[in-house]
């Protein structure tokens, strides 16, 4: 019986030369990146990437910046963040090697290019904001702004308190004492041979330890002079009245220092720079990365980095990212509870942003469905029977009524509480963003938040980000610059965008 197979024979000689562009199909994703970067460079916008190196002929060949930058950018889209692993890659999958042209560069070329462009990368997300907005994917309309904490390159119970810290220099440098004096007795004047495994890279974990001292004696610094000016300003403000400020006296700069220090603050000696966040599943050792998105495409037109550990003050510096990235800013501006404050509200009021609305969550919603059932609970305890005698409602039911008046809920009364100020135009923000909230027109609108920013940072976890691979704020900032820019690439893929001629200037 003969067997009808197509021909098989790995020792057949290709007859004539193999175009490497037909080893993909014209509309897969690793074809996109090449001519999208391919439009950036004939454009000239690719100039930082070839900024670093030689331009007079001598020293050793590079990898051409162009052809390394297609291949990160395809990694991080298809969520591939090792270096080791992309040189693997670049060895046996079909789209590596057709980005690379059958080049294989080193884990260490990819991981010193990538460390290189660390600014470029920033650059590179503003021009591929560009092609968004020239395929129609961003408008002046309604945008969402969200955090999102992601693990760090370090282990949390790295952390070590300050006292931990001195012992431990106190340790490394007499371990260090140790190894020179056995050296002196076993070689003399001589070299001799390396320093023991345990010691060979002694300078860098050193430096790292004094990094994170440094950081927690700074943090005491800071006590002191905050407690000082503290004092300075009450002290002040008496010599002007004439009178004793009524109310519990500041501490002294000691006590504030002895306070911060019963509480053991701690600085990780893996990455100093990293800080201890609370995620949705618990405790990270790591950073707060931030996104604005627009509400109809999700493309994200701004994005940022911060140690902080909560987003209250990330609202002002993400809108100047947005000026900065994006051109503009502009329309509704949709952020949760965790960005609710005066001064957020109070932002409004600049000339700046006077083009935007604000649309900030009063309350977390399982507070606002806690208050709203306790407000039911109370209307109902209130209402009085069918009966001739009149019953009396206790003391508290009348508090709960009282406090909680048919305009507002419990949950935005108390918010209000907790963001009025002496100010008069914070106070006015604050109750024109409340009354805004309230509205049926204001709740639909807050409506697109969740349906915008949360699907964002699924997609990335889906893709790989679980944990930033570099050290640094400076470095992570980077990482997660290519995070975002390669998800504007996957969103200008699937809207099936050709680029073509030439790319619009940010005006």
């Given at each position: 019986m003969a067997y009808n197979f197509r021909p098989y024979a790995q020792a057949q000689s290709f007859l004539l030369p193999v175009d490497i562009r037909e080893w993909v199909d014209e509309g897969s994703l690793a074809a996109f990146i090449n001519d999208t970067v391919d439009l950036l460079e004939t454009s000239g916008r690719l100039q930082s990437f070839f900024a670093p190196y030689r331009d007079d002929g001598w020293g050793n060949k590079a990898f051409y910046p162009t052809m390394m930058l297609k291949v990160l950018l395809y990694a991080y889209c298809k969520g591939v963040t090792s270096s080791r692993k992309i040189a693997e890659l670049l060895e046996c999958d079909i789209h590596f090697r057709f980005l690379a042209a059958n080049?294989?560069?080193?884990?260490?070329?990819?991981?010193?290019?990538?460390?290189?462009?660390?600014?470029?990368?920033?650059?590179?997300?503003?021009?591929?904001?560009?092609?968004?907005?020239?395929?129609?994917?961003?408008?002046a309309g309604t945008v969402a702004l969200d955090g999102h904490k992601v693990a760090g390159n370090a282990a949390l119970d790295q952390n070590r308190t300050l006292e931990q810290l001195r012992a431990q220099v106190d340790a490394l440098m007499s371990q260090a004492h140790q190894a020179d004096l056995r050296e002196d007795v076993l070689f003399g004047d001589e070299r001799g041979d390396e320093l023991p495994q345990e010691l060979r890279n002694p300078q860098e974990r050193l430096d790292r330890i004094k990094a994170a001292q440094a950081r927690l004696e700074e943090l005491l610094t800071a006590t002191r002079l905050r407690q000082e000016a503290k004092i300075a300003q009450r002290t002040e403000e008496e010599a002007s009245t004439g009178k004793t400020k009524r109310g519990r006296?500041?501490?002294?700069?000691?006590?504030?220092?002895?306070?911060?220090?019963?509480?053991?603050?701690?600085?990780?000696?893996?990455?100093p720079e990293s800080r201890i966040l609370k995620g949705r599943h618990g405790y990270l050792q790591g950073y707060n990365g931030q996104a604005m998105a627009d509400c109809e495409s999700q493309v994200i037109k701004a994005h940022g980095l911060t140690q902080d550990e909560n987003d209250q003050g990330q609202v002002e510096p993400m809108l100047y990212a947005s000026i900065d990235q994006s051109g503009s800013v502009s329309g509704q501006v949709l952020v949760d509870a965790g960005y609710n404050s005066a001064d957020n509200a109070a932002l409004e009021n600049r000339q700046e942003f006077s083009q935007i609305e604000l649309y900030i969550c009063q309350q977390k919603e399982w507070k606002e469905r806690k208050a709203?059932?306790?407000?039911?609970?109370?209307?109902?305890?209130?209402?009085?029977?069918?009966?001739?005698?009149?019953?009396?409602?206790?003391?508290?039911?009348?508090?709960?009524?009282?406090?909680?008046?048919?305009?507002?809920?419990?949950?935005?009364?108390?918010?209000?509480?907790?963001?009025?100020?002496?100010?008069?135009?914070?106070?006015?923000?604050?109750?024109?963003?409340?009354?805004?909230?309230?509205?049926?027109?204001?709740?639909?609108?807050?409506?697109?938040?969740?349906?915008?920013?949360?699907?964002?940072?699924?997609?990335?976890?889906?893709?790989?980000?679980?944990?930033?691979?570099?050290?640094?704020?400076?470095?992570?900032?980077?990482?997660?610059s290519l995070w975002c820019l390669t998800h504007n690439i996957l969103k200008l893929w699937r809207a099936n965008y050709a680029p073509k001629g030439t790319i619009p200037v940010i005006t």
């Open positions: 080049q294989t560069p080193d884990f260490r070329t990819i991981n010193l290019f990538r460390l290189r462009h660390i600014e470029s990368f920033s650059t590179l997300f503003v021009e591929v904001l560009m092609l968004c907005r020239e395929a129609g994917l961003t408008k006296k500041p501490k002294t700069p000691d006590q504030a220092q002895a306070d911060l220090l019963d509480k053991e603050p701690k600085a990780n000696t893996t990455d709203a059932a306790q407000l039911q609970e109370a209307v109902e305890a209130t209402v009085e029977p069918q009966q001739e005698e009149p019953v009396q409602t206790s003391a508290a039911q009348t508090v709960i009524v009282q406090a909680l008046p048919e305009q507002a809920t419990s949950a935005q009364t108390v918010a209000a509480v907790q963001t009025s100020t002496t100010d008069s135009d914070s106070a006015e923000a604050v109750e024109r963003v409340r009354q805004r909230m309230n509205t049926p027109e204001g709740k639909q609108i807050y409506k697109k938040r969740a349906a915008t920013i949360e699907p964002i940072f699924g997609q990335m976890i889906n893709r790989g980000l679980t944990r930033f691979h570099l050290r640094g704020v400076k470095k992570v900032s980077a990482e997660w």
